[in-house]
């Protein structure tokens, strides 16, 4: 069984940084796309950063391109999402998503249908 657990959300100001991460307890871990995804008040979910934990090809949104980066500590089992220079519109529950075939895709989805075990999320409240 796969757990996604998410830990470093919190309430912040408007240029503040935040650093987000997702354990993952799998054996394979290597073995799996991550990816970030938010939904904020009346939004859909959305793409915001995908790792994939083989090559570490990324992908960003280019809502968030320039201020967060991914990145992986594969000891760990863990993916952290850095984020800098906070907007209010990066308020959001923030989850975290794995799906098994980092050697399968060259970058992985953005689609949040294409993965398979998520987290309870972490909340992102940044004010003006």
């Known amino acids: 069984q796969v757990e996604v657990v998410e830990s470093g959300g919190g309430s912040v100001q408007t240029g503040d940084s935040l650093r987000l991460s997702c354990t993952i307890s799998?054996?394979?871990?290597?073995?799996?796309?991550v990816g970030w995804f938010r939904q904020g008040p009346g939004q859909e979910r959305e793409a915001v950063a995908t790792i994939n934990l083989v090559s570490s090809r990324t992908y960003y949104a280019d809502s968030v391109s320039g201020r967060f980066t991914i990145s992986q500590h594969n000891a760990e089992n863990t993916v952290y999402l850095q984020m800098n220079s906070l907007k209010p519109e990066d308020t959001a529950m923030y989850s975290c998503?794995?799906?098994?075939?980092?050697?399968?895709?060259?970058?992985?989805?953005?689609?949040?249908?294409?993965?398979?075990?998520w987290g309870r999320g972490t909340q992102v409240t940044v004010s003006s």
């Open positions: 799998v054996y394979t871990f290597s073995a799996h796309c």
């Open positions: 998503a794995a799906v098994w075939g980092s050697e399968i895709y060259e970058v992985c989805p953005s689609a949040d249908l294409r993965y398979n075990h």
